[in-house]
């Protein structure tokens, strides 16, 4: 019995090797193969576009984190500028000064 078994190992084997090493059946698979090669280069593809987007989306951000800290640094110098007092250290060296004394205020009936 133990003879049986090992033959009967040794056939399975041996239909096996005959079965995926035939030519036929290669040559029959080749659709299938050509498939599973179309579907590892999309694959493939995926993985670098998948990359590329990303290291595009951190670029933009990086750029957009710059836009932003440059938007604040001048609009704080900006404000500064325009301060009533920085104004007046501007406009000095023109001859320009600053009116301390209110506006007077005109009545319609003073001009008939």
Excluded: C
């Excluded at 593809?45 to 440059?70: F, V």
């Excluded at 500064?80 to 205020?105: C, T």
Aim: net charge positive.
């Amino acid at each position: 019995m133990y003879m049986n078994e090992e033959t009967t190992k040794n056939r399975q084997k041996s239909s096996w090797r005959r079965l995926f090493l035939n030519h036929h059946w290669l040559v029959r698979n080749i659709p299938f193969f050509l498939f599973l090669s179309v579907l590892t280069v999309l694959y493939i593809y995926n993985g670098h576009y998948a990359e590329k987007t990303i290291k595009d989306i951190n670029k933009t951000a990086r750029g957009l984190k710059e836009d932003q800290y440059e938007y604040k640094t001048v609009k704080s110098e900006w404000m500064f500028i325009n301060k009533q007092s920085e104004v007046v250290k501007a406009v000095e060296p023109m001859g320009l000064k600053e009116i301390l004394e209110p506006p007077v205020v005109l009545n319609d009936t003073i001009i008939k």
